[in-house]
């Protein structure tokens, strides 16, 4: 009699089959922090943004711009390791987690999209190219996406790693642009950002992923009523817990320290780092953005 009574999943999405190929141990250079944000500020401003434009800005699109501008102000943490050594990005880009339903399982899956000099780009400029990229991700109609998922499906499990290995070797260690094989261009950027508020968490630690090189992820939660010490006062405020992974090979105390204390700062003066609020009200609400609040 076996241990466990078990039945193999089928139908995997193409987001688990490659994270079966890729995490091959528990043992890895990660470190992890969280930093405690104020969020009455930012909460207001994305609030005011959203009845003057009709558009659903979410705390999504605001740390995208914040980390973008955070990576500017501290170009020595836009970098990438290839051949054990370091290498300076000339690009920011922030990649976005999209959840999705595969057409044709109906397993969820997960997928993405980057965002290149977001730090350059006003707030509405970046919702209005990411909305329009998830859309064409959900509908299926991105097709360098679909080729690299309709890919994926087919290696057997038992060559996923080595698919992954190689083509993290070819990408990154050798730099070689693959968009002859429908692998985009610098497709995960200088850091990914993932919405686990909108899945009603306050905080979680996402993993670093080898392939892709990205040494900094940060998983931004849901903005949460607490109490709060304002003057010497207890008073009632939003916090918001921003969890960061960073690669200790490339990333170190001094980085993330000058990076909290970049995005204390945004969310303590949001029309005054990112920008001023447009003006003028909107004749019709948008849709609601995929990326979640």
Not at 154 to 168: A, N, W
Not at 210 to 238: F, N, T
Request: hydrophobic fraction near 45%; aromatic fraction near 8%.
């Amino acid at each position: 009699m076996a241990n466990i009574r078990l039945r193999e999943k089928e139908n995997l999405s193409s987001f688990r089959r490659i994270a079966l190929g890729t995490w091959k141990t528990v043992g890895d250079p990660s470190v992890y922090g969280t930093i405690k944000l104020r969020a009455e500020k930012m909460v207001a401003y994305i609030d005011a943004f959203r009845a003057r434009t009709g558009k659903r800005v979410t705390i999504t699109h605001v740390m995208a711009k914040a980390v973008a501008q955070v990576l500017a102000e501290l170009p020595d943490a836009n970098a990438i390791l290839r051949r054990n050594r370091i290498y300076l990005r000339d690009e920011i880009g922030v990649f976005f987690q999209v959840a999705m339903e595969d057409p044709v399982t109906g397993e969820i899956d997960l997928s993405g999209t980057t965002i290149f000099a977001a730090h350059e780009k006003s707030l509405e400029e970046i919702y209005d190219e990411f909305s329009a990229r998830v859309t064409k991700v959900k509908k299926g109609k991105d097709t360098e996406l679909e080729g690299t998922r309709s890919t994926f499906k087919k290696i057997p499990y038992r060559l996923l790693g080595t698919f992954l290995d190689l083509l993290g070797y070819l990408s990154y260690e050798l730099n070689l642009d693959l968009k002859w094989a429908g692998v985009p261009r610098d497709a995960f950027g200088s850091v990914m950002v993932t919405n686990i508020g909108s899945l009603g968490l306050e905080e979680a630690y996402v993993p670093l992923v080898p392939y892709s090189r990205v040494p900094l992820l940060i998983a931004v939660g849901a903005v949460q009523d607490e109490a709060v010490i304002e003057d010497g006062r207890v008073m009632p405020g939003k916090v918001l817990r921003a969890c960061a992974t960073f690669d200790h090979r490339v990333l170190d105390g001094m980085h993330a320290a000058h990076m909290s204390r970049a995005i204390k700062r945004i969310f303590a003066d949001p029309e005054g780092t990112l920008g001023a609020l447009p003006k003028g009200v909107p004749e019709k609400a948008t849709e609601a953005s995929a990326a979640g609040d």
